[in-house]
């Protein structure tokens, strides 16, 4: 027993070695953009974890290196091991299943689980001896991505990547993948709220200015009235004016401080009333910001969009402001040849609920007709006449839920 006794120590220590290195792995890719951002300006030991994902490809070729080089280590030792037990074969095929069932549970499977749920907390513990691990492997570096490269070539050798992928790759790629046939249907939705992303302008789903609650620094808990905001951020404005310039996310602080809410805020992005949805999205996700303030041909902040709507309209099948901000349908059936919409209701889907083609306008909503039919301000009783409908206001356009009649006019007979 003594004389195995060194080979089972250095076959632990190995295993421990392993289990640093994917967890290492897993915790480092596990973060998020915001938990980089706050390890950049941490302690030694975050900066180190925030310098070594910023070249994402050299630390991951040497964990890969490092931990191929221990379980080649390890599995050597066990065969070594084997060689000294003067026992039956079936001790040998207990050491043969035991070694591998340690290295599995061990090394890969614990110490993954534990770096994606403390991913934070144990990226700046691993970090620094992490860090030099790397470093040992720089010079060797080119040589490990040269041999990459050349492996790639020689599996691959007529591999490209495709420059484009067409929507309709997408779509059959959808119905491959699933037989279920209400699963394809929301696979399917998912996909045509995606590309309606580029046709879609961000005034057409942003949350009205009127429907905001914007708070001036400094903001405590009281100001809130017990009540969460209607976007589920708190939009903070300039200490001067009532342009708003960050926000927090309320949904994601596990605890309200009791004031100096601003302390936790974002700065927001600014896109213009005509930038599509694509383009905000793209914006915020190059920016790492939650909230776009939609601004006017003046620069007038006239609303936000935040990511919370974002997701609504991509994986919702019929995303509304009206659904958002008044929860209900944006058009509903009265009785017989009589809807009641809201003024927020979409052009868009005025068209789609009643498969016609509407008149051009450079309005996006039917609060928007009103403005072009009657050059002012819709007030109660206001009636108009626009392409096959006849629209009638049923509440002020400052009400909570303005509310508009709508008819579809006869058909002309052909003459």
């Known amino acids: 027993m003594i004389e195995i006794l060194h080979w089972l120590i250095a076959m632990i220590g190995l295993l421990f070695a392993s289990a640093f290195f994917s967890a290492s792995e897993a915790a480092l890719f596990s973060l998020q953009a915001k938990d980089l951002r706050e390890l950049?300006?941490?302690?030694?030991?975050?900066?180190?974890?925030?310098l070594l994902m910023a070249r994402p490809e050299r630390l991951l070729s040497a964990v890969l290196f490092w931990n191929l080089l221990v379980n080649v280590c390890y599995f050597a030792i066990a065969s070594?091991?084997?060689?000294?037990?003067?026992?039956?074969?079936?001790?040998?095929?207990?050491?043969?299943?035991?070694?591998?069932?340690?290295?599995?549970?061990f090394s890969e499977m614990l110490p993954k689980c534990l770096g994606v749920m403390i991913s934070k907390q144990l990226s700046s513990a691993v970090s620094l001896p992490l860090t030099l691990a790397v470093r040992v492997l720089d010079p060797i570096m080119p040589a490990l991505q040269t041999v990459n490269l050349l492996?790639?070539?020689?599996?691959?050798?007529?591999?490209?990547a495709e420059r484009y992928l067409e929507v309709a790759d997408l779509e059959r790629a959808i119905e491959l993948s699933t037989s279920d046939q209400h699963i394809l249907e929301q696979e399917q939705t998912i996909l045509r709220n995606i590309v309606s992303l580029s046709e879609l302008r961000v005034e057409e789903a942003m949350r009205p200015r009127p429907k905001l609650?914007?708070?001036r620094p400094p903001v405590s808990i009281g100001d809130l009235g017990g009540e969460m905001t209607p976007s589920g951020y708190l939009l903070i404005t300039d200490a001067d004016s009532d342009e708003i310039d960050s926000a927090v996310n309320l949904n994601q602080l596990a605890q309200l401080p009791d004031d100096h809410l601003e302390r936790y805020a974002e700065p927001v992005v600014f896109v213009p009333w005509c930038a599509s949805v694509a383009h905000a999205l793209h914006l915020l996700r190059s920016k790492?910001?939650?909230v776009a303030v939609v601004v006017n041909e003046m620069g007038e902040a006239i609303g936000v969009l935040t990511l919370s709507d974002l997701w609504d309209?991509?994986?919702?099948?019929?995303?509304?402001?009206?659904?958002?901000?008044?929860?209900?349908?944006?058009?509903q059936l009265i009785h017989h040849g009589l809807w009641q919409a809201t003024l927020l209701t979409n052009?868009?889907?005025?068209?789609?609920?009643?498969?016609?083609?509407?008149?051009?306008?450079?309005?996006?909503?039917?609060?928007g007709v009103f403005h072009e039919c009657l050059q002012r301000m819709p007030e109660l009783g206001d009636r108009c006449e626009w392409g096959p409908f006849r629209l009638e206001v049923l509440e002020s356009q400052a009400s909570a839920e303005?509310?508009?009649?709508?008819?579809?006019?006869p058909e002309e007979a052909p003459s």
Request: positive net charge; aromatic residues 8%; glycine residues 2%.
């Open 402 to 409: 303005a509310l508009v009649h709508i008819e579809r006019l």
């Open 40 to 50: 950049r300006d941490g302690r030694p030991g975050q900066q180190a974890a925030y």
């Open 151 to 160: 492996s790639r070539r020689l599996l691959w050798p007529r591999f490209q």
């Open 288 to 290: 790492e910001r939650e």
């Open 213 to 215: 609650r914007t708070f």
């Open 80 to 105: 070594i091991l084997e060689q000294h037990l003067h026992s039956s074969s079936s001790a040998r095929w207990a050491l043969r299943v035991s070694s591998l069932v340690a290295i599995i549970f």
């Open 347 to 367: 052009l868009r889907q005025l068209a789609d609920y009643f498969d016609v083609e509407l008149p051009p306008s450079t309005s996006s909503t039917i609060a």
């Open 313 to 331: 309209v991509v994986f919702t099948n019929r995303s509304s402001r009206s659904e958002r901000l008044l929860n209900r349908e944006p058009i």
